[in-house]
C-alpha cells in the first residue's frame, strides 16, 4: 500500500513563509512526478507546483511564480513546497498529488492523493 504523508503548513502572516514536504511511502518502483494542489470552499481544486521527477523540472502556477519553490530528494520520493511572500489569496488546504508505479515493475501505476494540510494567511 502506497501513502503521501504531508507534513508543514500553518498559520502566518502576510510576507510570511511557509515549507510544506510531501513523501511518498510504501511498495514504489517508481515515483513519475509529485506536485501541490490547493483548494478553497467552493472553488475547484487548482495545481499549485508540480515536480517532474526523472527530470528534476518544475512547473508553477501563474499565481505562485517567483514566491514557491518545489525541490525533490528523489532518493527518498520526497517533495518540498518553500511558500514566501504568502499572501491571504494563498489560503487554502493543500494537497500532495502523485502519478507512481507500485511494486517491482511497470504493471501497476495509479494516482494518489494526500490527506490535506490548512494553510492559513492572515494577520
Known amino acids: 500500500q502506497v501513502q503521501l504523508v504531508e507534513s508543514g503548513g500553518g498559520l502566518v502572516q502576510p510576507g510570511g513563509s511557509l515549507s510544506l514536504t510531501c513523501a511518498a511511502v510504501g511498495s514504489i518502483f517508481r515515483v513519475i512526478d509529485m506536485a501541490w494542489f490547493r483548494q478553497v470552499p467552493g472553488e475547484q481544486r487548482e495545481m499549485v507546483a508540480r515536480?517532474?521527477?526523472?527530470?528534476?523540472?518544475?512547473n508553477y502556477a501563474d499565481s505562485v511564480k517567483g514566491r514557491f519553490t518545489i525541490s525533490a530528494d528523489r532518493a527518498a520520493n520526497t517533495v518540498h513546497l518553500q511558500m514566501n511572500n504568502l499572501e491571504p489569496e494563498d489560503t487554502a488546504v493543500y494537497y500532495c498529488?502523485?502519478?507512481?508505479?507500485?511494486?517491482?515493475?511497470?504493471?501497476?501505476?495509479?494516482?494518489?492523493w494526500g490527506q490535506g494540510t490548512q494553510v492559513t494567511v492572515s494577520s
Open positions: 498529488n502523485s502519478h507512481l508505479f507500485t511494486g517491482t515493475g511497470w504493471s501497476s501505476g495509479n494516482e494518489y
Open positions: 515536480m517532474l521527477m526523472s527530470a528534476n523540472t518544475a
